[in-house]
Each structure stands twice: as C-alpha cells, then as structure tokens.
C-alpha cells in the first residue's frame, strides 16, 4: 500500500458476549455492516482478499469470477470478501480505493498488498501466492479447519543444506544439480542453485569494486561486480539501477551481457516483488 490505512472507522461496535463469532473461511458478499466481522476480525485468522468491484464494469465481474475460482481452488487457505463498491463508499473512501477493481490483501486487521485493475489469471495467481508466502505462519489460523498434515522434508533437499551450513559450496551445488538432473521441472532446486551461484560468485569480490565502478561508468565488469555487491549487502534496488544504467548507455555485446546479468537477479526474487516489478518496467523503457 502507498501509506497506511485506518480502517478502525469500518469497525462495529464490540459484539454482545456470545455474539456471532467471525464466519467460516470462504467467499462472502460484504458491506459497511459486516465488514468488520467478515474483513478486520477474519484477518487475524487467515488472509481475506478483499475485491472493490461494480455491477457496470465487465472488467470487475470477470475479476471476481477469476477470484471466486482460485478461492475454491486453494479450499479455505484464504477468505474472499466481495464488495460492490457503489452501496459501500464508505469502504472505498476508508481504503482509498482510486479506481475499479480494486483488489487488497489484509492480514492482521490491516492491508499487506493490493493492486488497481484487471489482470491476467497467472498475474492473479502469482499475486495470491506471493499474499499466502507473506502470511505464512504469521496468522492463528482457520480454527474449524482439519490440522495440516506434517510436511515430511525431502532428503536431498536435506543433505544440500547440510553442505551449504558446513561451507561446502561445491558439494551443496552438486547436490541441487542432482536434483534438477531428476527432476528438469523443479522450481525448489533451481531456485536454491540460482541463490547459491550467487552466493559464490559475490563473496569472491572486493566491496572496493562499487568505488571502481562509480570512478568509471564505462568499466562493464566493474559495474557488474560493483551490482553483485549491492546485491549481496541487501540494497537490490541500487543493484538493479546501476545495471539499467549501463543499458541505457551501450549497445551490442555490451548491452546484451548487462542485459543477461539484470534477468538472472530477477530470478533470485519472487516476480511479484514490487521493487522487481518496477526495475523490470525501467529495464523495457531502456531497451525501447
């Protein structure tokens, strides 16, 4: 969200002792009335998507079908609140909804992530995904819900880890190469060999190199190490411009391997990470 929101006006007053408790987990038509039930006091549970929509928008409607989908799809993981916008203004002002659709994420009686507009069901998908990773653990969870089964750790994934805790690079990344040789199609493994390629190629650096790279703009290996360092101290976004920067201002061979680096530090992030997201509308402003 673009700053916080106060959404203590939307709550009703406290409910009699033995009053209606917050309602089961699944896809609820909501107003000013039961928003607080049914949004805020839900969200301490499990995530609720809340959907701002309108009866006169195609866009709007279709946007609700596709998350009535996915809700049913992911059997109570989250809450679906349906809102029209028009009979409820007072949940569009409070929520300062500027344009319809509207989709926000709440957890913990406050917004976590939200986004304007309709959007490709994988967009949707990835962003629900990326809602339920950030709340994972964080909530009480659906209290009628079955317990979860316990998660049964995958041992190659186990002896990778224990390599990388040990400091044997070589042999953790062997291990997750193993994997991949078995299983082409594994996110998990991929994921963890980017990371750890990563890992290895910048802590063989010298953090003077980011010195190196602002004396000398046109320097393209020192700018990539000086990114990789950026990276590797947490500061991504400086990472990403100072690569953008260099495409901006080459072209052949130069442009295509700063090009090449900026899509492989892409991948060390979930794609729906906002900072990524906006590197990536800078990256096509630069190529076109």
Request: net charge negative.
């Amino acid at each position: 969200m673009s700053g916080a929101v106060d959404l203590s006006a939307l709550k009703q007053p406290p409910a009699a002792p033995g009053g209606a408790a917050a309602p089961a987990s699944g896809n609820h038509t909501v107003t000013e009335a039961d928003f607080e039930a049914k949004v805020i006091r839900r969200s301490t549970q499990v995530p609720v998507v809340v959907v701002l929509f309108s009866q006169r928008s195609a866009g709007s409607v279709e946007l609700v079908g596709t998350l009535e989908r996915f809700n049913a799809e992911d059997r109570g993981a989250w809450d679906l609140a349906v809102i029209e916008a028009e009979p409820n203004m007072n949940i569009v002002q409070a929520l300062r909804v500027q344009g319809i659709p509207t989709v926000i994420a709440v957890a913990g009686g406050q917004p976590l992530a939200d986004f304007e507009g309709a959007q490709p069901d994988p967009q949707v998908r990835q962003w629900l995904d990326a809602v339920m990773d950030a709340t994972a653990g964080k909530l009480e969870g659906d209290p009628d819900a079955a317990p979860a089964e316990p998660e049964v750790e995958d041992p190659r994934f186990v002896d990778a880890e224990d390599k990388l805790s040990e400091g044997d690079f070589a042999g953790a990344e062997a291990a997750y190469e193993a994997i991949i040789a078995e299983e082409p199609g594994n996110e998990e493994a991929k994921a963890a060999l980017r990371q750890l390629r990563f890992l290895t190629r910048a802590q063989q650096l010298d953090p003077a190199v980011v010195a190196t790279a602002d004396a000398d703009p046109a320097n393209l290996d020192a700018a990539l190490d000086a990114a990789d360092i950026e990276m590797f101290e947490q500061r991504p976004e400086a990472a990403f411009e100072r690569i953008i920067a260099i495409i901006k201002r080459t072209a052949g061979d130069d442009r295509t391997t700063a090009r090449t680096r900026l899509l492989e530090l892409f991948e060390l992030f979930d794609p729906a990470e906002p900072f990524v997201i906006a590197a990536r509308r800078k990256l096509a402003a630069a190529l076109y």
